[in-house]
T-cell receptor
Framework: EAQVTQNPRYLITVTGKKLTVTCSQN?????MSWYRQDPGLGLRQIYY???????DKGDVPEGYKVSRKEKRNFPLILESPSPNQTSLYFC?????????????FGEGSRLTVL | GQSLEQPSEVTAVEGAIVQINCTYQ??????LSWYQQHDGGAPTFLSY????GLEETGRFSSFLSRSDSYGYLLLQELQMKDSASYFC???????????FGTGTKLQVIP
């Protein structure tokens, strides 16, 4: 089954404790991206990657890092989480040559930073 | 940068037609997409317009006017299961950067 898998789905952590949210897709998609969703603000793009070793900032990259060492994986790293990073996070992927804009989303990871 | 505006809430009757509008400001426009998100779920793709005009997919249609920086999603024969949030999104830079609107919460009532 074609899917985007995120882990963990739920996490409660404390300020400053480094964490990684993993994202893996099995569709051989070139493009992957991370979004955060907050009430009243919609989805905001954090980082995106056009292919292995090619990443770039989205609209809200502060406090986040990403890496793309393999095509299927695109982890989101919070080096020193703060309470304002409490949010619902979505990973998404897309065929690079797919010009119809269709993004496939993971099920989301709800992060709480205390 | 990019910005999009869409109504925050819409209520419509089962069986009716509803239109959700989206206006945008962007540089390097590369298409307008629509996504549906049920409470607690992930966004799912509905439609995409790169050129002016109407795209139809079953009960859903989407329209784009690039000269007006405007698009809409049209839902026909509304069903209760259509109650969800709907997001418009614009791509730029070869659709690498994707900016979403704040979403329209549609409530379908009997």
């Amino acid at each position: 089954e074609a899917q985007v898998t995120q882990n963990p789905r739920y996490l409660i952590t404390v300020t400053g404790k480094k964490l990684t949210v993993t994202c893996s897709q099995n569709m051989n998609h070139e493009y992957m991206s991370w979004y955060r969703q907050d009430p009243g603000l919609g989805l905001r793009q954090i980082y995106y990657s056009m292919n292995v070793e090619v990443t770039d900032k989205g609209d809200v990259p502060e406090g986040y890092k990403v890496s793309r060492k393999e095509k299927r994986n695109f982890p989101l790293i919070l080096e020193s989480p703060s309470p304002n990073q409490t949010s619902l996070y979505f990973c998404a992927s897309r065929q690079g040559a797919n010009r119809n804009g269709e993004l496939f989303f993971g099920e989301g990871s709800r992060l709480t930073v205390l | 940068g990019q910005s999009l505006e869409q109504p925050s809430e819409v209520t419509a009757v089962e069986g009716a037609i509803v239109q959700i509008n989206c206006t945008y400001q962007t540089s390097g426009f590369y298409g307008l997409s629509w996504y549906q998100q049920h409470d607690g779920g992930a966004p799912t793709f509905l439609s995409y317009n790169a050129l002016d005009g109407l795209e139809e997919t079953g009960r859903f249609s989407s329209f784009l006017s690039r000269s007006d920086s405007y698009g809409y999603l049209l839902l026909q024969e509304l069903q209760m299961k259509d109650s969800a949030s709907y997001f418009c999104a614009v791509g730029s830079g070869g659709y690498q950067k994707v900016t979403f609107g704040t979403g329209t919460k549609l409530q379908v009532i009997p």
